[in-house]
């Protein structure tokens, strides 16, 4: 990943079309490659590495609405099902669980909580509307 741009602030804005600069965002579970994120368009794409044992934080989106596809690797989807009553739905000791492989894809709509766990060291391709500033709410801290 050294030949990316890591700037201050990630904004892989579209514009007119043409050669986009992927942007690399370290985080303490993996990080994320940033190719776009389009606010007029309303959406989002990138790559997520989760390394194996890491997990990212027990979180919601107010208005994000999220597809994860598992490219390599496995990992845990730990996540609180849209049916649960609103009271029981940020309680992750009573979230579903699952295991994604590679080709498997899983949808997580806005308000949906959930975390990520790599099983395995893997890479996740996310396509989804527009990631905006404070649309994550974080309920547990993630490594």
Known sequence: MSDLIVPEEVDPVLSGGGLLTPVWVEKAWGGELWFANDETR???GKKLLIIRGRRNSWHYHKTK???FLVDSGTMQLIYSPMSRAPTL???IGRAEKII???GQAFHVPATMRHRMVGIE???IIEASTVDLPGDTVRLIKGD
């Open 65 to 67: 609405d999220e597809v």
């Open 89 to 91: 739905q940020d309680d």
């Open 121 to 123: 060291t893997c890479w």
């Open 100 to 102: 994604l492989h590679p």
């Open 42 to 44: 309303k959406y989002c």
